[in-house]
């Protein structure tokens, strides 16, 4: 088996993923300063979410957990991978393309759904007319994700790491040309998540083809791989409905608060940030080389793999998480208090951003123990765990709103996560020798979290003294830069110091990057 050298692999991804977060904030800087949290900004939010949310079922979410690892052993065992590609293109195509006329026809329905709040709000008829345009997208990025996953199972990670930066581009475009030429703000970024689609669609299909693998569909068939696709992707499917749950509930009772909807949202960048950079890099090179290696049946490197994927992964989430715990009113002040985005706006969103960090190492160590349970074609016990992390969420969102507001959805998702992880660790203990935790990573975890607090003493300290810099104009740019410079720079200071972790083993997997 051709190894797939995860460090490097983990670092390729991740860097791609970094690129396309930072201009996602680029992104909701811009549309928060010209935008606010008004009506048209939260339209849009709630109609763009909509093929997002689905996303999850038929694109990085349920379909490629199911594919990538069938597709793997394909590859493996040299049996026609590219033939079962096109019949999964084919059949996710004819699917996704009656479900997208459905939900043209049935947008209303999705809007309520969504944020029923906007019921009789002049939020209601924008969204709706906003969520038509955008949905289409939800063809293009799965078919796109497909692509993905065919070349990431095949070791190759950069056009599908560095493809979701169009997203980005076209809607930073979108909205610096609406500015330019006088065109509705709603509009134009709505006209533009389809654009993005596409141009995220043909550099996946380019590279693919590259790689010798032309996925061209064909003629509709049910196959026998296709049926096994469809009764392993069935429960995973299933489980994405219960996590798509959770963010309804979350945007429900959020849609019944002014603002709600953009605080959360703006949180939720901040917090995906090191989520989207860490957690897509592990899921992304982790599921398809594990899958390769069960089918080859390689039990250690299988266990090295996983224990690796959770030290990369603690390494860097518990710093950032603790970072947003400890700092997040100065980071969300510097970053988007500007504009219609005023003083209260950045507070409320700092609070959100906290609640969401504290469950920030749940949410990335998931990603580490799922593929788990997909590199066996497990995905129902994975859709029973989510289906208890769906009822903490709705009990805690539901149940605390009228005392928290808001903040109740927030801490909802956290508890969910931590929940979810818990389940995931226990139920993988029946898997074997490969599922356990290596005396390296039990060694390095608690220097990881010491390092980690020590780091966020020192942040809080230099937030204090830095207050007035951070308050002033063009300088808070150059305060935050230095406050989350002085941040990386001492925890990996005391890493080393510790021995959470080596710098020779970061600059080494640098050097193989690919």
């Known amino acids: 088996m051709k190894p797939v050298r995860l460090m490097s692999g983990f670092l390729t991804v991740g860097v791609w993923t970094l690129l396309s977060r930072v201009l996602g904030f680029a992104r909701d800087i811009i549309i928060a300063a ?31 957990m199911a594919f990538v690892p069938l597709f793997a052993r394909k590859l493996e065992a040299g049996k026609d991978a590219l033939g079962f590609a096109r019949d999964a293109a084919t059949g996710l195509a004819s699917l996704l393309i009656v479900f997208t006329l459905i939900a043209q026809v049935a947008m209303p329905g999705l809007v309520l759904a969504m944020a029923s709040g906007f019921a009789e709000d002049e939020r209601f008829p924008m969204a709706v007319l906003f969520g038509r345009i955008c949905f289409p997208y939800i063809l293009l990025i799965s078919l796109a994700a497909l692509l993905s996953g065919v070349l990431n199972a095949s070791g190759r990670f950069v056009a599908a790491a560095a ?34 689609g596409v141009a995220q669609l043909a550099i996946l299909w380019i590279a693919a083809a590259k790689a010798g693998f032309r996925v061209i569909p064909r003629r509709p068939q049910l196959t026998p791989e296709l049926k096994r696709l ?9 489980a994405g409905g219960v996590m798509q749950v959770n963010l309804l509930v979350g945007r429900q009772v959020a849609s ?30 982790l599921l398809p080389d594990l899958s390769r290696r069960i089918a080859a049946e390689d039990t250690v490197g299988g266990k ?8 990369f992964a603690l390494l860097l989430t518990v710093p950032a998480a603790l970072a947003l715990v400890a700092i997040p009113g100065p980071i969300v002040s510097v970053l988007y208090e500007r504009g219609a985005f005023d ?27 799922q593929p788990l349970y997909f590199a066996r074609s497990d995905t129902k016990t994975p859709f ?60 390095r975890i608690p220097r990881i979290v010491l390092s980690a607090l020590l780091m966020a003493a020192l942040l809080v300290g230099l937030a204090w003294l830095l207050r007035e810099p951070l308050a002033q104009g063009g300088w808070r740019y150059l305060a935050l830069f ?18 959470a972790t080596r710098l020779s083993e970061i600059t080494g997997a640098m050097k193989r990057r690919r």
């Open 163 to 196: 493809a979701p930066v169009m997203l980005n581009v076209v809607l930073v475009t979108a909205v610096l040309a609406a500015g330019w030429a006088g065109w509705p703000y709603g509009l134009a970024l709505s006209v533009a998540v389809p654009v993005a």
């Open 482 to 499: 230095g406050l989350v410079a002085s941040g990386i720079l001492s925890y990996f200071a005391f890493a080393q110091w510790l021995g």
């Open 343 to 369: 003083t209260s706006a950045a507070a409320r969103t700092a609070i959100v951003t906290a609640i969401y960090g504290a469950g920030l190492p749940a949410f990335v160590l998931q990603k580490v123990w």
């Open 304 to 311: 090295a793999a996983m224990n690796r994927a959770a030290e």
């Open 384 to 443: 029973h765990y989510a289906l208890v992390a769906m009822v903490v969420n709705a009990g805690v969102a539901l149940g605390l709103a009228p005392w928290l507001g808001f903040y109740a959805a927030a801490l909802g998702t956290t508890l969910a996560g931590w929940i979810m992880l818990a389940l995931l660790v226990r139920g993988a203990r029946n898997m074997g020798e490969a599922t356990r935790v290596d005396d390296r990573l039990r060694r």
């Open 256 to 285: 019944y608060y002014d603002g709600a909807i953009q605080y959360l949202n703006l949180a939720d960048r901040l917090y995906q940030l090191p989520l989207g950079v860490i957690a897509i890099a592990i899921g992304v090179v």
């Open 230 to 238: 469809a009764r392993i992707a069935g429960p995973a499917m299933l």
């Open 34 to 64: 010209r935008l606010g949290d008004g009506p048209v900004a939260e339209a849009f939010l709630v109609a763009f979410s909509l093929p997002n949310m689905f996303r999850r079922f038929f694109a990085e979410g349920a379909f490629n």
